[in-house]
């Protein structure tokens, strides 16, 4: 494979999420990987095949770039320069032409022979540089921006079956998100699941903790205190084992501050001496709280497949997971983990006391076992193969 091939991985903020990050890193080794997006954070990367074109927010700054972008396109490559101009005019204020330009024009100027743009929602966005200029469009689709951004949204939902006939492939996360993906016109044909990669680095830190000895059982839950994440239903869990007298510590990773409703559900149900916040945790302090647990729990309403899940099972936690999106293709009853009904609380508080009641043979075994799915379906190695493989069929074409 030639590294004259330029693969842009769009995802609009940089640095961006753990799994853009890992695909970066990974494709980098066989193409030049081109960046663009907001510099949310300085962001070095070790590879020379890894070019950053960021857009500043600084005004100042960004004002100066996008200048210096226009003036190098209009000698190079006044083409462009027309089509991008031509493509803000869709925008109605100013305001949001600037916003569209500034961060276009870098693209422009350092055209790509692929795009992968991360999010559905930019799917209509970046159309016009398939349609104008030749350059070959991969969509990812992930769990929000499919399972319920289009039922949110008609105008998204109209914008994905305008929009998915004409991409030239798909990435989705799970085979229920492929499935999803169809009723927007997403051709099944085009769609190839890769599994969301877990590093080496994770999969090392697997150990089968010794089941604590304490009545106290003490629960992990990593996540925003989004609707879709089912949190109120694990607060009601809560409360019915506070009920059944059962002595628990939640352990709540993710935010700093909990949202109000998130704080009243709290109150009301006198939660608040059973449950720690810990808000954002780096990655090595986040494995070993997690690990210091005896369960985590993903209350969700709809999901992909949930990284913290496939992180949980990579090092040993047990889990417990409502039956939603893709789960289903991880979190095996009697195999895996535990699987729940989704909005069921009493569910959610009898799969806790069956894992603290379950031996510590029977969770080594399960915690093995869902090591070694996790081992063979989501090794980082061969996820960037098969990413590799589907830019190859797409250049190919």
Same mark, same amino acid.
């Given at each position: 494979?030639?590294?004259?091939?330029?693969?842009?991985?769009?995802?609009?903020?940089?640095?961006?999420? @753990?799994?853009? &990050?890992? %695909?970066?890193?990974?494709?980098?080794?066989?193409?030049?990987?081109?960046?663009?997006?907001?510099?949310?954070?300085?962001?070095?990367?070790?590879?020379?095949?890894?070019? *950053?074109?960021?857009?500043?927010?600084?005004?100042?700054?960004?004002?100066?770039?996008?200048?210096?972008?226009?003036?190098?396109?209009?000698?190079?490559?006044? /083409?462009?320069?027309?089509? *991008?101009?031509?493509?803000?005019?869709?925008? /109605?204020?100013?305001?949001?032409?600037?916003?569209?330009?500034?961060?276009?024009?870098?693209?422009?100027?350092?055209?790509?022979?692929?795009?992968? +743009?991360?999010?559905?929602?930019? *799917?209509?966005?970046?159309?016009?540089?398939?349609?104008?200029?030749?350059?070959?469009?991969?969509?990812?689709?992930?769990?929000?921006?499919?399972?319920?951004?289009?039922?949110?949204?008609?105008?998204?939902?109209?914008?994905?079956?305008?929009?998915?006939?004409?991409?030239?492939?798909?990435?989705?996360?799970?085979?229920?998100?492929?499935?999803?993906?169809?009723?927007? =016109?997403?051709?099944?044909?085009?769609?190839?699941?890769?599994?969301?990669?877990?590093?080496?680095?994770?999969?090392?830190?697997?150990?089968?903790?010794?089941?604590?000895?304490?009545?106290?059982?003490?629960?992990?839950?990593?996540?925003?205190?989004?609707?879709?994440?089912?949190?109120?239903?694990?607060?009601?869990?809560?409360?019915?084992?506070?009920?059944?007298?059962?002595?628990?510590?939640?352990?709540?990773?993710?935010?700093?501050?909990?949202?109000?409703?998130?704080?009243?559900?709290?109150?009301?149900?006198?939660?608040?001496?059973?449950?720690?916040?810990?808000? =954002?945790?780096?990655?090595?302090?986040?494995?070993?709280?997690?690990?210091?647990?005896?369960?985590?729990?993903?209350?969700?309403?709809?999901?992909?497949?949930?990284?913290?899940? %496939?992180?949980?099972?990579?090092?040993?936690?047990?889990?417990?997971?409502?039956?939603?999106?893709?789960?289903?293709?991880?979190?095996?009853?009697?195999?895996?983990?535990?699987?729940?009904?989704?909005?069921?609380?009493?569910?959610?508080?009898?799969?806790?006391? &069956?894992?603290?009641? @379950?031996?510590? /043979?029977?969770?080594?075994?399960? @915690?093995?076992?869902?090591?070694?799915? +996790?081992?063979?379906?989501?090794?980082?190695?061969?996820?960037?193969?098969?990413?590799?493989?589907?830019?190859? %069929?797409?250049?190919?074409?």
């Amino acid at each position: 494979m030639s590294k004259k091939v330029k693969i842009a991985i769009y995802s609009g903020a940089i640095p961006s999420t @753990t799994f853009v &990050e890992r %695909l970066i890193v990974g494709i980098a080794k066989h193409y030049d990987v081109l960046i663009f997006g907001v510099q949310n954070t300085p962001k070095l990367y070790a590879s020379a095949n890894i070019k *950053v074109h960021s857009t500043s927010r600084s005004l100042f700054i960004n004002l100066i770039k996008t200048k210096w972008h226009v003036f190098v396109l209009l000698f190079t490559n006044p /083409k462009r320069l027309f089509i *991008v101009i031509k493509e803000i005019q869709k925008h /109605k204020s100013l305001y949001s032409k600037w916003h569209a330009f500034t961060r276009l024009i870098p693209i422009m100027r350092f055209l790509p022979d692929i795009i992968h +743009v991360q999010w559905a929602k930019d *799917v209509d966005r970046f159309m016009f540089l398939k349609e104008k200029l030749g350059v070959k469009l991969i969509l990812s689709l992930r769990g929000a921006h499919i399972n319920y951004s289009p039922i949110a949204s008609p105008t998204l939902a109209e914008s994905y079956k305008r929009n998915f006939p004409k991409v030239d492939a798909f990435h989705a996360v799970s085979k229920a998100i492929a499935i999803e993906a169809q009723k927007y =016109n997403a051709e099944a044909s085009k769609i190839k699941v890769i599994h969301s990669p877990i590093t080496e680095q994770i999969f090392n830190l697997y150990k089968n903790v010794e089941k604590s000895k304490s009545k106290t059982i003490r629960i992990c839950v990593v996540g925003r205190f989004h609707w879709i994440k089912g949190m109120r239903y694990l607060f009601d869990a809560l409360r019915v084992l506070q009920q059944e007298n059962k002595t628990f510590e939640c352990i709540c990773i993710g935010e700093n501050c909990l949202p109000e409703e998130a704080l009243f559900q709290i109150n009301q149900l006198d939660l608040f001496q059973s449950i720690t916040i810990l808000g =954002n945790l780096n990655q090595e302090v986040l494995f070993k709280t997690m690990q210091s647990c005896d369960v985590l729990v993903l209350p969700s309403l709809k999901e992909g497949i949930a990284n913290v899940v %496939l992180e949980a099972m990579a090092i040993g936690l047990p889990v417990i997971a409502t039956h939603c999106g893709g789960m289903a293709e991880v979190v095996i009853p009697n195999e895996t983990g535990w699987l729940v009904p989704t909005r069921n609380p009493k569910a959610i508080a009898n799969a806790i006391m &069956e894992v603290k009641e @379950t031996s510590e /043979k029977e969770i080594q075994r399960i @915690t093995e076992n869902a090591y070694q799915l +996790v081992k063979k379906e989501f090794n980082g190695n061969e996820s960037i193969k098969k990413f590799e493989a589907l830019y190859q %069929l797409v250049l190919d074409k």
